[in-house]
T-cell receptor, first 110, second 118 residues
Framework: EDQVTQSPEALRLQEGESSSLNCSYT??????LFWYRQDPGKGPEFLFT???AGEEKEKERLKATLTKKESFLHITAPKPEDSATYLC???????????FGKGTLLTVNP | GAVVSQHPSWVICKSGTSVKIECRSL??????MFWYRQFPKQSLMLMAT?????????EQGVEKDKFLINHASLTLSTLTVTSAHPEDSSFYIC??????????????FGPGTRLTVT
């Protein structure tokens, strides 16, 4: 059974204070690892897909990296508008189901 | 691109009644759509996989007769909660795969539907 563990559960940063979120996973035959952002009362917003170890992707202040056991979402010089819950999910095996972690609630104070 | 809509965005119904939620892919075709539910401060739990033109596949523990799923076209899937009870109150979110997108495995999510059963 695929498993995803995200840490920390919550993270509070000052504006401009860079940090990283962790996503550890176990999956049979990784098809892809996905990062989503979710604002309160809304559906997840797609950020990145990573397909193989060593892959990196960037978007504005966010950078996602992948190893065989975990993924990191690096946030550089965050702004208050980056405050949200960040979800990590994996897709493995022969179907397209996503298994989600519980998320990291990021709060960026001005 | 890759926009998914849901309707309604919120609904309140009385116990024992049925509620239908629509999920549409607006600018792409989706042979497969997924239905999730999310409780407060919890992550998304997959309920079922909806395939266009065939029966949905339900996850273990999800009652097929209670959560009816219909995927009648490449852009529309519906979830009907039958004989709703207060414990069915939750945030229901659908997602869809972009069949022709460059990221063939990516799922795009709708904005969610907040269901409250009184």
């Amino acid at each position: 059974e695929d498993q995803v563990t995200q840490s920390p559960e919550a993270l509070r940063l000052q504006e401009g204070e860079s940090s990283s979120l962790n996503c550890s996973y176990t999956v049979s035959g990784l098809r892809g690892l996905f990062w989503y952002r979710q604002d309160p009362g809304k559906g997840p917003e797609f950020l990145f897909t990573l397909y193989s170890a060593g892959e990196e992707k960037e978007k504005e202040r966010l950078k996602a990296t992948l190893t065989k056991k975990e993924s990191f979402l690096h946030i550089t010089a965050p702004k208050p508008e980056d405050s949200a819950t960040y979800l990590c999910a994996v897709q493995g095996g022969s179907n397209y189901k996503l298994t989600f972690g519980k998320g990291t609630l990021l709060t960026v104070n001005p | 691109g890759a926009v998914v809509s849901q309707h309604p965005s919120w609904v309140i119904c009385k116990s024992g009644t049925s509620v239908k939620i629509e999920c549409r892919s607006l600018d792409f075709q989706a042979t497969t759509m997924f239905w999730y539910r999310q409780f407060p401060k919890q992550s998304l739990m997959l309920m079922a996989t909806s395939n266009e033109g065939s029966k949905a596949t339900y996850e273990q523990g999800v009652e097929k007769d209670k959560f009816l799923i219909n995927h009648a076209s490449l852009t529309l899937s519906t979830l009907t909660v039958t004989s709703a009870h207060p414990e069915d109150s939750s945030f229901y979110i659908c997602s869809a795969r972009d069949l022709m997108g460059t990221g063939a495995y990516e799922q795009y999510f709708g904005p969610g539907t907040r269901l409250t059963v009184t």
